[in-house]
């Protein structure tokens, strides 16, 4: 309990990066003092923002190989998304730590793997690494995960778990916005008040506005298209908004795609 009633010195920077104020992360990071692992959480939670940024070439340049295993993983990440190129070489890095048992059970680094697998689409090797959770991080992720598998039902196993761990807590909040947008029917109304509700405690980002439906975020458009077709209205507007602006977003392909069915394509979104 004494750990517990400790000042939580990265409380702000954790919600900034959270909720996509990313460059207030970066702004207001220069906090001292702090324990070594503090230390280095602030220093993952500062670079991943610059990663969010599309900084990723100061991340690879910055983060050395004498770096803790948080930060080398933070560094993969960076690696992956930077190029098409360093995906291969990357992946089996990652592979090789995560098989490694002196640190392959580090949370940041099962985060990491969770991240890129998703990316890769690969969700049931994400699970293999995010599943035993340890981290409101973790479990945020494997709502996202669950929900891109189509099963809202494990989504909400996770949900409770967050919500018994701390129901106030900025992800749990989240997860559970998210949730509520892939239900569908009234339950969108809630994500909106959750999302509302952040918009009057926090500066206003991206992440919020897109929650709140600010049309212009690539982002909210999917979310659109997704609600409305819940909502059993036509969705072709916002379709066809996504692809012009976006043609490369993951929902245009797979809409265009025959491998699944458009509905079945739309939803993997939700």
Request: hydrophobic share 40%; proline share 3%; glycine share 4%.
């Amino acid at each position: 309990m004494a750990a517990a009633a400790a000042p939580d010195h990265l409380f702000n920077l954790r919600n900034n990066f959270y909720l996509g104020a990313y460059q207030a992360a970066i702004n207001n990071s220069d906090l001292t003092n702090l324990p070594p692992d503090d230390a280095v959480e602030r220093d993952c939670l500062v670079y991943r923002s610059y990663i969010a940024l599309g900084s990723y070439q100061l991340v690879i340049s910055e983060i050395d190989e004498s770096a803790a295993t948080p930060l080398q993983a933070v560094k993969l990440l960076a690696l992956y998304l930077s190029s098409p190129d360093n995906k291969e070489s990357t992946i089996s890095s990652l592979k090789e730590w995560l098989s490694d048992p002196a640190i392959g059970s580090n949370a940041t680094l099962r985060l990491i793997a969770g991240i890129i697998f998703m990316h890769e689409e690969d969700y049931n090797e994400a699970l293999k690494h995010t599943n035993a959770g340890g981290t409101m991080e973790l479990h945020a992720l494997n709502v996202q995960i669950f929900l891109k598998m189509h099963r809202s039902d494990y989504a909400e196993r996770q949900l409770r778990a967050m919500q018994q761990i701390d129901e106030d807590h900025t992800l749990t909040q989240l997860a559970n916005a998210w949730l509520n947008l892939a239900v569908g029917g009234s339950k969108i109304q809630e994500a909106y008040l959750i999302f509302q509700d952040f918009s009057e405690k926090y500066p206003m980002t991206g992440l919020i506005l897109n929650g709140k439906a600010d049309a212009k975020d690539p982002e909210t458009l999917a979310n659109l298209v997704v609600c409305s077709l819940h909502q059993g209205k036509s969705t072709s507007r916002y379709l066809n908004q996504l692809k012009l602006t976006h043609p490369d977003h993951m929902l245009v392909k797979r809409a265009s795609s025959g491998d699944e069915s458009f509905e079945r394509a739309l939803q993997s979104v939700a």
